[in-house]
């Protein structure tokens, strides 16, 4: 996510922080390298020339030039700014009940994942959700839905016999209700192109059905666009909030640097995986921090308490605490840590972490197989592992013993760091990083 964005602009921070004095030029230099960072991002050029334009008229400052940290003021200012460019966080009102909320766009967008991903989340947030299939263009999209409807254990209705689409939205509106279900998503058709014929019909299910939200999906990938389609939708039909997908496949951001200025309308969630627990809520704090760099530790600690058990976290960090961290337990927590996402992601939202860090997460597999090759009282009491052993478990998990003696040194090495940290991340599992070093 960002990343090409992410690492010129650090480029840019870097060079402003080895200068203890800033001077106009500086400045100005700065922002013309920051400036073809945001366009080679695919951000609407709008965008950049009024963001530019306020960060300079800020930086050139006397409270910046004559600070005693210029660099970091400037940092500020960026930040701050990009802040105010993507918008407030905003909520979906699901006061109404049942609210019914209808999912529009483009093929492709991923529009039917998306509906899925959102019931999902609502279902766990303790609301009862309902889909409807209402894209009969595409046979597909509507076994599609069953399939993940299945999955997320949330009931779907459509009708692949009729191409009446009000009839169908009708009559799942009518399920939905038998079910007392107080959040109903439609997965309407999609186009590859914006044309008349969707426009209407979009137009059509807006009028007799009025959803109390109209959620445009779009695909950050498209970079630009994704800001045309946006506007299109807004122009024609009118859109209360935009949920941008396949953002953690996109590198340079600018769709959603760009969406909120041009459109006027914000961005609700964003999808940052495959999986129906990739979607998040859209905090555009959290995203600028992400951004420059400096992690977004409130979204890991939300991954956390919707992932790991408080009762599991709690015995984890007393035994850390006592001294008494064991291999079993490094393999419990592998365990936790794999279920919030690919560690990759997970560490680049810890504050600190070096911007190339990279790890491979077969590397968690080749762990993982080493210490389930081990006996029980092996992971309890790995001193006990010697020349023999080793050859055992290396032979059992297919590895060699040099993986073995690697992997007891760093486990060392982690037990006597968390040792002298008294368990205080224990349970976020920031010791990972250091078994894979």
Not at 319 to 328: A, H, M
């Amino acid at each position: 996510m960002f990343d090409s964005l992410s690492s010129k602009l650090d480029k840019v921070f870097k060079k402003l922080g080895r200068r203890g004095v800033l001077k106009e030029d500086d400045i100005k230099k700065s922002l013309r390298e920051i400036k073809i960072a945001l366009l080679e991002a695919d951000v609407n050029y709008r965008v950049v020339k009024k963001f530019i334009k306020n960060v300079e008229k800020e930086a050139m400052g006397e409270k910046v030039l004559k600070s005693l940290k210029p660099s970091e003021q400037v940092i500020k200012i960026v930040k701050d700014e990009l802040i105010d460019i993507m918008g407030k966080a905003e909520k979906i009102d699901l006061s109404a009940s049942p609210t019914i909320i209808m999912l529009m766009g483009l093929q492709g967008a991923g529009k039917t994942t998306a509906a899925a991903k959102l019931a999902n989340k609502f279902k766990n947030e303790g609301k009862k959700p309902y889909l409807i299939g209402a894209d009969l263009r595409r046979p597909a999209a509507i076994e599609q839905l069953y399939q993940l409807g299945e999955e997320i254990n949330v009931q779907v209705y459509s009708n692949k016999k009729t191409k009446d689409v009000a009839k169908v939205i009708r009559n799942g509106i009518k399920e939905a209700k038998k079910y007392f279900s107080n959040v109903i998503i439609m997965d309407t058709s999609g186009r590859m192109h914006i044309d008349e014929e969707l426009m209407r019909e979009i137009d059509m299910i807006n009028k007799q059905f009025q959803p109390h939200e109209k959620l445009l999906v779009v695909d950050a990938m498209t970079g630009q666009d994704a800001v045309n389609v946006a506007e299109g939708f807004e122009k024609k039909v009118g859109i209360d909030g935009v949920i941008l997908t396949k953002l953690d496949g996109d590198a340079r951001g600018g769709s959603a640097l760009s969406l909120r200025m041009v459109t006027g309308k914000p961005i609700k969630y964003i999808g940052v995986g495959e999986k129906v627990s990739d979607i998040e809520k859209f905090h555009p704090d959290r995203i600028v921090s992400r951004m420059l760099g400096m992690g977004d530790v409130l979204t890991l600690i939300e991954k956390a308490e919707q992932t790991i058990k408080e009762d599991e976290a709690k015995k984890l960090e007393d035994q850390i605490r006592k001294g008494q961290f064991t291999l079993q337990d490094f393999l419990d927590q592998i365990k936790m840590i794999k279920k919030m996402g690919p560690l990759n992601k997970i560490m680049k939202m810890i504050p600190g972490m070096p911007k190339d860090l990279d790890i491979d997460d077969k590397e968690i597999v080749k762990v993982e197989s080493i210490i389930q090759s081990m006996t029980p009282k092996e992971r309890l009491k790995p001193k006990i592992i010697k020349a023999s052993r080793k050859r055992r478990i290396a032979k059992g998990c297919g590895r060699s013993v040099a993986d073995i003696n690697r992997l007891l040194r760093r486990y060392k090495k982690s037990k006597k760091m968390l040792k002298q940290i008294g368990g205080k991340f224990g349970k976020k599992g920031m010791n990972i990083p250091n078994m894979f070093k």
